[in-house]
T-cell receptor
Framework: AQSVTQLDSQVPVFEEAPVELRCNYSSSVSVYLFWYVQYPNQGLQLLLKYLSGSTLVKGINGFEAEFNKSQTSFHLRKPSVHISDTAEYFCAVRGGGAQKLVFGQGTRLTINP | DGGITQSPKYLFRKEGQNVTLSCEQNLNHDAMYWYRQDPGQGLRLIYYSHIVNDFQKGDIAEGYSVSREKKESFPLTVTSAQKNPTAFYLC??????????????FGDGTRLSIL
C-alpha cells in the first residue's frame, strides 16, 4: 500500500527566509503527487501537482516542488516566505492504479516576524 | 463560481444521537469523498463514491454511513456507534473514476463536537 511521510511535523521560519517542507513516498510505480495547503478552520487548497514531464513543478503563491524519482521525494520549497504562508501543508500521492489519495500527516509552517 | 459546500460549519451531537453532515458540489464531478481530520493524524478516508447509487468504505468507515442518490450530493451520517466522533470532517470531489491524475477539491469542513 502507498504511504507518505512528511518528515517534519512543525517548521518555524522567519519572514522572508527560504523554506523547504519534506515529503517522501513509497512506491515503485508511476505516481501522481500533490501538495495542499490548509488555513485554520478551512478545507484544503491545491498548491501544485506533479503528473508527468518536468520534475520541477511551480504552483500558486510562489511555491514550487521537485519530483525526485530515485529518492522517492517531492519536497516543497519557497525562496522567501510571508506571514500569510502560515498554515498546514499536506503532501499526497496516488499511484499504481489506486483510486485512493494517500495523505501525509501534515507539516505546520509557522512564520515569525 | 463552482465549488463544494459543506454545512453546517459547526455541529454538536448528544450522546446516542445520529447527525448528518451535508456536502453539495456544483463542479459536475463524478467522484466524492469524506475524510476525517484529527490533530497530528492527517486525513483519513471514511467513504467514497465514484458514481451515483454506489459507494465504498474507506479506511475508517465503522460508525458512519453515506448515500449517493444524486450526483451533486454526498451526505455523511455519524451514527451513535461512532464512539469518538469529535473531529473536523472534510468533503471532497474529483473528476471521473479513471482520471487518477485529477486533484481533489475540498469543501471548508464541518467541525463536530460532543455535548
Amino acid at each position: 500500500a502507498q504511504s507518505v511521510t512528511q518528515l517534519d511535523s512543525q517548521v518555524p521560519v522567519f519572514e522572508e527566509a527560504p523554506v523547504e517542507l519534506r515529503c517522501n513516498y513509497s512506491s515503485s510505480v508511476s505516481v501522481y503527487l500533490f501538495w495542499y495547503v490548509q488555513y485554520p478552520n478551512q478545507g484544503l487548497q491545491l498548491l501544485l501537482k506533479y503528473l508527468s514531464g518536468s520534475t520541477l513543478v511551480k504552483g500558486i503563491n510562489g511555491f514550487e516542488a521537485e519530483f525526485n524519482k530515485s529518492q522517492t521525494s517531492f519536497h516543497l520549497r519557497k525562496p522567501s516566505v510571508h506571514i500569510s504562508d502560515t498554515a498546514e501543508y499536506f503532501c499526497a500521492v496516488r499511484g499504481g492504479g489506486a483510486q485512493k489519495l494517500v495523505f501525509g500527516q501534515g507539516t505546520r509552517l509557522t512564520i515569525n516576524p | 463560481d463552482g465549488g463544494i459546500t459543506q454545512s453546517p460549519k459547526y455541529l454538536f451531537r448528544k450522546e446516542g444521537q445520529n447527525v448528518t453532515l451535508s456536502c453539495e458540489q456544483n463542479l459536475n464531478h463524478d467522484a466524492m469523498y469524506w475524510y476525517r481530520q484529527d490533530p497530528g493524524q492527517g486525513l483519513r478516508l471514511i467513504y467514497y463514491s465514484h458514481i451515483v447509487n454506489d459507494f465504498q468504505k474507506g479506511d475508517i468507515a465503522e460508525g458512519y454511513s453515506v448515500s449517493r442518490e444524486k450526483k451533486e450530493s454526498f451526505p455523511l451520517t455519524v451514527t451513535s456507534a461512532q464512539k469518538n466522533p469529535t473531529a473536523f470532517y472534510l468533503c471532497a470531489s474529483s473528476r471521473g473514476t479513471g482520471a487518477l491524475n485529477q486533484p481533489q477539491h475540498f469543501g471548508d469542513g464541518t467541525r463536530l463536537s460532543i455535548l
